[in-house]
């Protein structure tokens, strides 16, 4: 029986990014296709039939597919740079469970399935959870369709090059009513898990999350002729509003706000933009504090813009609310892992998608630093097996 780490290992070498680090492994990429593969291949060894559903999620499963089942699954893309364990902890946990859950025996009451999720991190069409947001009808078909890539391909194009037929792409209640319960098992993103205690958490509830792009219009100038006064550089602007961005969301309790994605136009080093767009990541519990937050960032934006001969237009991309998880389900799981604390996270997941139509619940694995969506992002063997089990355990009292 491989241990979880033993199948991380054998994915190790996949969308490996030699610039940035760590592993880029955008939807349907060479990389995130190679993991699909993988992912299939592991699933149909262990005698699970597996079928891709019409928004592009993988599901495996150990007896028929049936409405009501226990579902448990994450993601195999990656934010550009990203660690070995962000979603595909997950994925290699419920192989790992499923191995553990077969050597004990375990006969299944209702049918039990692995899900894949595209586009988890929404990085390469720019919204998080595309693929359970399909599913759930939580995005508009028209604008999922049309979501574009860096290099102008349509969702509905990269769809259909994968074998999907862009038509049927949206809501489907009929896999989605195959979701009796949903737990997702993930690396934890944050401290809370410190290096000592517990390797296991449950989660209680998702930050409030959203997606905002900010477009910065100056007038495109040669370097060398333009004399300073006679500027309106929409980078000179941005970088006074990437401060602000900080500093407003450090002066408001509980806000994270962030500008990791910056975009000058035409982007030539002798030359002054002509535009700049950014996109702001900003999230708090209150999903009222996070509109207030937006509109001071969206005026202080205009005045700064304004301040340098420029424009700022802010368009939102992608809301999450906060999400509380299902608390029958958690409580039946701390049930069976009495020793696990109860973690709220920050980062957001499919399982907080799910959660608005099936109940959800999520078990975190330690993570002794934290950090997270960088090549550092790490799991000890002793932890990814322990949050195998814990799985497994949770799954068996489920089943
Ligand atoms: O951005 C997030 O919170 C998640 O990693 N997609
Ligand atoms: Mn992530
Ligand atoms: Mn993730």
Redesign the pocket.
Known sequence: METVNQLLDSIKGVGRDAVRGGYSRAVYSTAELDLRAWFIEQALQRGLSVETDRNGIIWAWWGKPQEGALVTGSHLDS?PGGGAF?GPLGVASALAAVDILKARGTVPARSLAITVFPE???SRFGV??LGSRLLAGAIAVDKARNLRDGDGNTFADVARTNGLDPSHLGPDAQALARIGDFVELHVE?GKGLGAHGPAIAVGSSILG?GRWKLSISGQGNHAGTTLMADRADPMVAAAQIIVAVRDTAAAQPDARATVGRLMPVPGGTNVIASRVDMWL?A?HPDDAVTARLIESIHGTARHIAAGEGCSVSLTEESYSDTVHFDPGLSRRISGILPDAPVLAT????DAGVLSAHVPSAMLFVRNPSGI??SPEEYVADEDANAGAVALADVLEGLL
């Open positions: 934010v962000d988890e991190e929404g998080a959870c993103q999350h990541d999230r920050g980062a957001g997941h997270s969506h």
